[in-house]
């Protein structure tokens, strides 16, 4: 159910029409107070009693609206409504609730409104209704025309001459519509006919329940036409292609008015798809911050599934933050792109936008596929945080989580999740610690890409250098510019905090971002990384084949542990 101020929709698999539904309602009420609330309360309590009846029972299109004087010089006015379908008696039931429910939870209020499927209500110390309109709404029909001379002949002449004149109009009228149903019938088998294609599988993406039972509610993001797209990206050409990941290719895309796009393209060999898309769509439409990425639509036509997203031109962290070990140093200027200033804001922004996933946004989620290639940044380098196909809802008095699926990037998990399936916020912040000590020595967490490291995976050659107090050694030597040692040095140790084998002990996000910012706070001594055993890597790397690398005593249960992105259990 799409609601608006001036409209809403309805649909259901099941028949609604005539039943009085209040099964849920929608409360909202006006930050400002009244100044008499004893005498507000009374005449607003009047005069939603009589809208309520008027609504019900005098108003042929089930609508009242009207004002009561407050002072002299204060009114409220007031609106009541339910849908047209309803019997007189089934409206006023229906408004019997939002009205209690809004007298109760927005008393002294200077407005509030109630919405139940089938009626709602609403008050404010302001005009905000059309009065003139509204006075139209409530008037009842005008009288039928009076009857055409001659019409009221009586006596069996008179009847005989209508029969017949009837019986004219009748022919007159079923010969054009049955020529015209005869055409559309014609017109419907022939498009059937041309149509091989099988019908495009409906995806629901509202009224979403999450894992816990808690209702997310409809997703607002605007559907995009298939062809709009496919004009925008040049049908997906491959010169428009940006990438590719778990869920498929990233198109570059180029809108009439001039916008540019990025479009996420469901991989039709995708077994996660529809419940990733599901999952971006109904939960990063939700989420307001200049360190997530910002999704403005989606398209769901013919066997295609698009998200579409702001285009950031200069594209994922990663692309930039490993390019000494791509192109073996091959392209200078690019890599000098992250000056030591850069990292530092990456850092603290990352931090800024997990903090408000765990505890400042409206619904409490759970990442579980933070790293470098997930981390898009805009054209003043700041970063946001992408990808939330793999992301977990929590309910309010939940912290944590359990899954036998496993799902996400070896390298970036922590071990009670890649090992036990047990997520929770900490995994993020592990995560964030890995991401942390990447974009500060420019590698990835894998000991086995990179020449010069000994077979080490970055984790334990932090730790090393860390112990010997040489952590100058770590940091990519194309970001020196503008280097502050006192800000790498307290990240690093922000990172190998995050990065602790026992979860309990990793700070969350709210104290990694004050860590961050404030040099009086004193930090505590980290204990050695996850994976870290004798002083060799146990580290889970990039691919499956590094499950057996993990820590000697581990308990293995019976998960199953897949690639970078891997299929989810229904939920």
């Known amino acids: 159910m799409l609601i608006y101020d001036n409209c809403l929709l309805r649909y259901s698999n099941s028949s609604f029409f005539g039943a009085a539904d209040t099964s849920s309602m929608l409360g909202l009420c006006n930050t400002g107070n009244v100044t008499q609330p004893e005498l507000f309360r009374t005449q607003l309590g009047a005069l939603m009693s009589n809208l309520t009846r008027r609504a019900a029972y005098s108003s042929p299109r089930m609508f009242a609206a009207g004002a009561a004087d407050i002072t002299s010089i204060t009114k409220v006015y007031g609106m009541a409504q339910c849908t047209r379908d309803l019997a007189g008696d089934d409206c006023n039931r229906c408004l019997a609730g939002p009205v209690s429910s809004i007298l109760t939870a927005c008393d002294g209020k200077q407005g509030g409104q109630s919405i139940a499927r089938s009626c709602s209500i609403r008050y404010e110390v302001n005009l905000f209704y059309n009065a003139q309109a509204a006075e139209a709404a409530m008037s009842p029909p005008p009288p039928p025309p009076p009857a055409v001379n001659g019409s009221d002949q009586s006596g069996p002449a008179g009847r005989a001459e209508n029969d017949d004149a009837t019986a004219k109009i009748a022919l007159f009228v079923s010969i054009p519509v049955a020529v015209v149903l005869l055409v559309l019938l014609t017109v419907a088998l022939y498009l059937c006919k041309r149509k091989n294609k099988k019908p495009h599988e409906h995806v629901q993406i509202s009224n979403y329940d999450s894992e816990d ?32 990941g778990g869920f498929g290719p990233v198109y570059k895309g180029v809108l009439r008015d001039g916008q540019e796009i990025a479009v996420k393209r469901l991989s039709k060999t995708s077994q996660q798809g529809l419940v ?46 490993f390019v000494r070990w791509i192109c073996t140093c091959s ?25 408000y996933l765990h505890e400042d946004s409206r619904l409490t989620i759970i990442h579980r596929d933070l790293k470098a290639s997930n981390i898009l940044l805009d054209p003043d380098m700041n970063p946001k945080i992408s990808d939330f196909g793999l992301a977990k809802l929590f309910s309010v008095d939940a912290s944590v989580g ?11 998990m922590a071990p009670e999740y890649a090992l036990h399936g047990i997520f929770s916020a900490k995994s993020d912040v592990y995560s964030y610690g890995v991401l942390v000590l990447e974009i500060i020595a420019g590698r990835r967490n894998n000991f086995a890409q990179y020449p010069g490291t000994n077979g080490e995976d970055l984790l334990t050659t932090v730790w090393r250098h860390w112990n010997r107090g040489s952590v100058s050694g770590l940091l990519d030597g194309c970001s020196a510019d503008g280097l502050q040692p006192t800000e790498m040095l307290r990240c690093i140790h922000v990172g190998l905090l995050c990065v602790q084998e026992d979860a309990h002990l ?13 040099r009086s706070i004193t930090l505590p001594v980290p204990t050695p990384p996850a994976y870290v055993v004798s002083g060799r890597a146990g580290a889970l790397g990039m691919s499956t084949t ?11 249960g019976p998960y199953v542990n897949d690639a970078s992105v891997s299929d989810l259990e229904p939920r």
């Open 506 to 518: 990793r700070p969350g996000m709210a104290a990694v971002v004050v860590m961050l910012n404030s």
């Open 213 to 244: 039972g808690t209702d997310m509610g409809s997703s607002e993001s605007l559907l995009y036409h298939l062809s709009t797209l496919r004009a925008a990206t040049d049908n997906f050409s491959e010169e428009n292609k940006l990438g590719e």
């Open 276 to 321: 990733e898309m599901r999952n971006e769509v109904v939960l990063v439409a939700k989420l307001q911050h200049k360190n997530l990425v910002r999704l403005l639509g989606c398209c769901i036509q013919e066997e295609e599934m698009l998200l579409v997203y702001e285009f950031l031109p200069n594209r994922s962290l990663d692309k930039i933050l």
């Open 331 to 355: 392209d200078p200027a690019r890599r000098q792109e992250l000056t030591w200033g850069h990292r530092f804001r990456i850092i603290q922004g990352i931090g800024r936008g997990l903090l």
């Open 546 to 556: 590094r499950e057996a690398q993990a820590p000697a005593g581990a308990v293995r």
């Open 402 to 412: 359990n899954t036998s699926h496993i799902a996400g990037t070896y390298g970036y």
